[in-house]
């Protein structure tokens, strides 16, 4: 059973500009979250969508967007980069929602802002 | 949320089991307790989850002391491939469907050959 994909893996862009990461789950689930991983702030979430629609939000500005498509793929947005958005973003997906619920990460991307 | 706090680093010798603690004084009654940890360049990976009982599973044990303030995770014969990051979470069926996780700066565990 194929894993979380993300992509691209790797990714280089330039203050001010936008960029756009993939997140593919694990077949047959429905929920989606992303994380943002920096050294200095460790792992934080970002969001979480279930069934197409955002179900929780992290405390991040409304630069970073996030959506989900009926086959559960995700997408995230970051708007107007900034040089403290250099970061693993990684993806988790779940079969269903819940605390008793495992969640299974990506490799991440890795975001570098110049 | 509910706070968790575990050392910073352990260490361990290669074969030998490893006990990594965790304190979670504040826990609710609804709070599971989970695990996962994350190797050098990964995403972190599931490791084991719990509510009340001890539990196994092919990575690792999970205890859960009585009065669930505090858990440990036991790697039976710890291997080089174990050494990662270990954070220890809480998540709350109170809080609704949700799968947000909250981690702490886990416990850096380095092993030994």
């Known amino acids: 059973k194929a894993g979380v994909t993300q992509t691209p893996r790797y990714l280089i862009k330039t203050r001010g500009q936008q960029v756009t990461l993939s997140c593919s789950p694990i077949?047959?689930?429905?929920?989606v979250s992303w994380y943002q991983q920096t050294p200095g702030q460790g792992l934080q979430f970002l969001f979480e969508?279930?069934?197409?629609?955002?179900?929780n939000k992290g405390n991040f500005p409304g630069r970073f967007s996030g959506r989900q498509f009926s086959n559960s793929r995700s997408e995230m947005n970051v708007s107007t980069l900034e040089l403290g958005d250099s970061a693993l973003y990684l993806c988790?997906?779940?079969?269903?929602?819940?605390?008793?619920?495992?969640?299974?990460f990506g490799q991440g991307t890795r975001l570098t802002v110049v | 949320d509910a706070k968790t706090t575990q050392p910073n680093s352990m260490e361990s010798n290669e074969e030998e089991p490893v006990h990594l603690p965790c304190n979670h004084s504040?826990?609710?009654?609804?709070?599971?307790i989970h695990w996962y940890r994350q190797l050098p360049s990964q995403g972190p990976e599931y490791v084991i989850h719990?509510?009340?009982s001890n539990v196994n599973n092919r990575m690792a044990s999970l205890a859960i002391a009585e009065d669930r303030k505090s858990s440990t995770l036991i790697l039976h014969r710890a291997t080089l491939r174990d050494a990662a990051v270990y954070y220890c979470?809480?998540?709350?069926?109170?809080?609704?469907?949700?799968?947000?996780?909250?981690f702490g700066t886990g416990t850096l565990l380095a092993v030994q050959p």
């Open positions: 988790a997906s779940s079969l269903t929602q819940g605390s008793n619920t495992e969640a299974f």
């Open positions: 077949s047959g689930h429905r929920s």
């Open positions: 969508y279930f069934s197409e629609t955002q179900r």
């Open positions: 504040t826990i609710s009654g609804t709070d599971y």
């Open positions: 719990g509510l009340t």
């Open positions: 979470i809480l998540r709350d069926v109170g809080g609704g469907a949700t799968n947000k996780l909250i």
